[in-house]
């Protein structure tokens, strides 16, 4: 069964112009498709600075931010609507095959009884990857009794991944700042380290996220875009549990 990558970009990436202009540029000089991949995001930097512009300094929990008014909850899905707007530009630009697609589309995303995400009515999206178009999919959900909210892109890669699992062989991937593919030490790059270590590790961000996943049973790669992108197959650092 074909691998999926489903990429985790965190907030300190999607506040980086330089590197999504060369996660673009390095979707449009591999092979089409290949890997078959799947960006999700929440808010990023856009959404904070729009939140402060209008005197509001929200906290952060489980990487969404705490608002508390209609108005905040419309100016962070605005934000998100944009992000995932300008990421489909960035790779379009580069001639990507490419299609934004907002948590709320089609019921892609939604919420169980619970309060848990959850993805349904997945076919399409499946077809899209099918078809070598990369999805680019925003962390929005429709409330009932709140409307559209943001929710932790986190629980979105592991909704999706499990939701694709008849179709694909599912991977989380997140994106580390260091210039080399994975997680180094001094005899190079290490195969697999525990999701203990993360907190250590500056060249992760946003470890609790990449914990998350982990534990939730699906399969993580820590890399960087030319270990993702670059190479005859993806390379980098597995996550696993903690001994």
Known sequence: ?????????????????????????????GASGEPACLLVHGSGEKVERTLEAKGFFPERSDGVL??????QRRLVERAVRETN????????????STVGIQGVDRNLLGLDEEGHVEASNVGWLAALLK????????????????????????DVVIALAKALTSSFDPVACGFTTADQPGLHDATGMKET????????????PEPDAFRHIQQAGIPVLLTNVQGLLAGDEPRGTRLQASE
């Not at 707007?85 to 990507?96: I, N, Y």
């Open 193 to 204: 380290v525990g999701v203990d270590v993360l907190d250590d590790l500056d060249e992760v």
């Open 1 to 29: 069964m074909q691998t999926l990558y489903i990429v985790y970009l965190d907030r300190h990436h999607l506040g980086d112009e330089l590197f999504l202009k060369s996660l673009a540029q390095h979707f449009a000089e």
């Open 131 to 154: 078809q070598r178009v990369v999805p680019v999919v925003s962390a929005l959900v429709e409330q009932e009794q709140e409307g559209t909210q943001e929710v932790w892109a986190a």
């Open 85 to 96: 707007q300008e990421l489909v530009a960035a790779l379009t630009d580069e001639v990507v």
């Open 66 to 71: 705490d608002v508390e008014t209609d108005e």
